[in-house]
T-cell receptor, first 116, second 113 residues
Framework: AAGVIQSPRHLIKEKRETATLKCYPI?????VYWYQQGPGQDPQFLISFYEKMQSDKGSIPDRFSAQQFSDYHSELNMSSLELGDSALYFC???????????????FGAGTRLSVL | DQQVKQNSPSLSVQEGRISILNCDYTNSMFDYFLWYKKYPAEGPTFLISISSIKDKNEDGRFTVFLNKSAKHLSLHIVPSQPGDSAVYFC????????????FGKGTKLTVNP
């Protein structure tokens, strides 16, 4: 079965540069979540989208922005990179079923961003 | 403020024995709980979940127990296999809203042959 695809898998940037992370959800999934996992930390929620609209926002710096496109893929744009942005960035997708039904989030393999 | 807590950073068990991983939570609004397994250099893989209206859910070798009054859940793996060695994350989501996941810090399980 098709899984969540994230690209690139690894990214090395210098301080103050910009980075774009991409996420392709499982086919027919309409909801995307972004999480950041620092070294030795638990994944922290950044932002989510449902049907191309932002549905929630967590501890995401103003330097970061994201969007979901018409084909449901999502991009996380990071500007003015700082050393502390070095982390694993995971994307997860699910399909919203409504009616109180709970949704399982399926994760991609992640993008490891290193800021030097 | 850590709303989901996994107090054991690591656990080591013998192959064939039971592995019990514990998780505590503080937010009463959480109504759905999930366990994910994570290997190095891979994303979290969904294992099993439980809704707050249940107290037990089973799937093969994996069983999750939920004690709402104690705000505690546990994952039982029986029998444990060396391939189960990984980091296990407990996660929770709250009713309503985006259902974003709040994770614990994970427990590294090592199953020794």
């Amino acid at each position: 079965a098709a899984g969540v695809i994230q690209s690139p898998r690894h990214l090395i940037k210098e301080k103050r540069e910009t980075a774009t992370l991409k996420c392709y959800p499982i086919p027919r999934h309409d909801t995307v979540y972004w999480y950041q996992q620092g070294p030795g930390q638990d994944p922290q929620f950044l932002i989510s989208f449902y049907e191309k609209m932002q549905s929630d926002k967590g501890s995401i710096p103003d330097r970061f922005s994201a969007q979901q496109f018409s084909d449901y893929h999502s991009e996380l744009n990071m500007s003015s990179l700082e050393l502390g942005d070095s982390a694993l960035y995971f994307c997860a997708s699910t399909t919203y079923r409504g009616g109180g039904a709970k949704n399982i989030q399926y994760f991609g393999a992640g993008t490891r961003l290193s800021v030097l | 403020d850590q709303q989901v807590k996994q107090n054991s950073p690591s656990l080591s068990v013998q192959e064939g024995r039971i592995s019990i991983l514990n998780c505590d939570y503080t937010n009463s609004m959480f109504d759905y709980f999930l366990w994910y397994k994570k290997y190095p250099a891979e994303g979290p893989t969904f294992l099993i979940s439980i809704s707050s209206i249940k107290d037990k859910n089973e799937d093969g070798r994996f069983t999750v127990f939920l004690n709402k009054s104690a705000k505690h859940l546990s994952l039982h793996i029986v029998p444990s296999q060396p391939g189960d060695s990984a980091v296990y994350f407990c996660a929770a989501s709250a009713q309503g809203g985006s259902e974003k996941l709040v994770f614990g810090k994970g427990t590294k399980l090592t199953v020794n042959p």
